[in-house]
């Protein structure tokens, strides 16, 4: 039985990507503290954060949501874990989760990083992953951190991830096998694959969360060009039946990098739009 | 028994997209001659062309290929058969068929081309491409000519395809069941998938063409950036492990789209460096 919006949007999230906050200088550039006031206003009952909104005021800012009314349902996200630009050490990843915590996040995401140096193909990359995983999940779990792996779209193969899909995240969650280890499941990066509810149907419990767009027709950048829930042609309600299919009953989490259309937009037409959407088509 | 090219290349095609010459305006424009006779120079045993370079003059420059010592390969491609772009009508699909057959050329390649019109996900835009399929592979049979699906990478969905790992391909194949369609198996659509060998494993005797090129670690454009083979993160010796495991033993075609690098190079020099990284790396 998948849950019913129509008349109840208590489940949507925003993650503020969808206002341009993922980048320097996009959006309107609203403090936090007026897009809790506006997710509050609105009734969307929870937010998601990037690191460089929250600076050293995690806690704070945390304490301000929840004040309003507003879970903060999660953090983007650990630095890359494998690939040429990803750290050494594991201090910045841990930074992440302590940041996660001070806000009282339950859930941190993970975008993998690209192919390490020298390796020709997937499966070293991903042995590595493993390991960096291994030593991460436990001091997350120490937090209270959930860790969610996205597997991203295969355009963002070389130098963004090494998880395609989520069989191949799940493939990664059972080599580590930490109960804090599960998935994100991404309609933009997912809508496309044939195995999706195969896959989802053994992670039952591992499913972290759910995001939110939609994959436009003609997408014209790999990055800043999703499309709103309804402007695209991702079968968004089949693959949320098999989100749920797998036990998740957590927030829906609306990102959308939209460079030239909704970033340009007053962010409260934005929340309206979303809010609308969700209870229309997701 | 993976087939050795480190000594001998004959194997080795240029499909012509390698010089540009799948857009106006793109490349040096040598004349379809001038490139014949690269390829006959340096030992470069086939050929695929695509269709704006061939015009009213097939059966001319088939003839011209193979008194070269140079054998047509392939012909890109149908126009789409599924979604907004492509023709109502069976005309055109019929034309190309009618070109690879004057050339002499063995495969068609077929693009699918995107979603539907007023569809979400994929399997109505499926269902209407096993219908078109149905069609034209017996207008292609009677003309000798095989149908190469070729799966593309997901980032292509929406406008270009509907079809996007071999597995994909496979089953429109299962569903049409004429002996004349297989699949193509191109490294820079399929490299990131995990389950390809799997899949290729069930293909025996359908696998009718595979391209040759490289997934660069930072790949800066969707369509126009592929990389020489060699330059980025595929594994190539593994893909044709699977490619050859299935019982392909064809041409192996070289395809590389590359605006700002190998399109701006000298033709003579860019087949030079072909032969090499074909017996080096491939």
Redesign the interface.
């Known amino acids: 039985m998948v849950r019913d919006f129509t008349a109840d949007h208590a489940a949507l999230a925003l993650n503020t990507a969808t206002l341009g906050h993922n980048l320097d200088g996009a959006g309107a550039g609203w403090p936090v503290e007026r897009v809790i006031d506006a997710c509050a206003a609105r009734g969307i009952g929870h937010i998601v954060f990037w690191r460089r909104e929250i600076g050293a005021r995690a806690v704070q800012i945390g304490n301000r949501a929840r004040a309003a009314g507003v879970q903060v349902a999660g953090l983007c996200r650990t630095p890359y874990l494998v690939g ?1 630009d990803a750290p050494l050490s594991d201090d910045d990843a841990q930074a992440s989760v302590d940041m996660a915590a001070a806000l009282g996040a339950a859930v941190l995401t993970i975008v993998t990083g ?2 390490d ?1 020298g ?4 499966a070293e990359s991903r042995r590595r992953l493993a390991d960096r995983l291994a030593r991460l999940a436990p001091y997350a779990a120490d937090r209270g951190i959930k860790l969610a792996l996205e597997p991203l ?3 963002f ?3 963004r991830t090494c998880l ?2 989520t ?2 995240a799940l ?1 990664v969650c059972d080599a580590v096998a930490a109960p804090n280890l599960g998935i994100a499941v991404d309609v933009y990066h997912v ?5 999706l509810a195969a896959s989802l149907a053994r992670a039952r419990g591992r499913v972290f969360g759910h995001h939110l767009c939609d ?5 014209n950048d ?1 990055l800043l060009d999703r499309g709103m829930m309804g402007d ?5 309600r ?1 693959i949320r039946a098999a989100v749920e299919g797998a036990g998740y009953a957590g927030p829906c989490e609306v990102e959308v990098f939209s460079a030239r259309n909704w970033w340009t937009r007053d962010p409260g037409d934005v929340l309206d739009v979303m809010v609308q959407r969700f209870r229309q088509v997701c």
């Not at 695209?232 to 968004?236: E, H, I, K, R, S």
């Open positions: 040429r690209g192919t140096p390796t020709k193909g997937l779209n295969p355009m193969g070389g130098n395609f899909t069989a191949d493939a809508w496309w694959d044939s195995t994959w436009l027709e003609n997408t790999m695209g042609v991702a079968d968004l089949g």
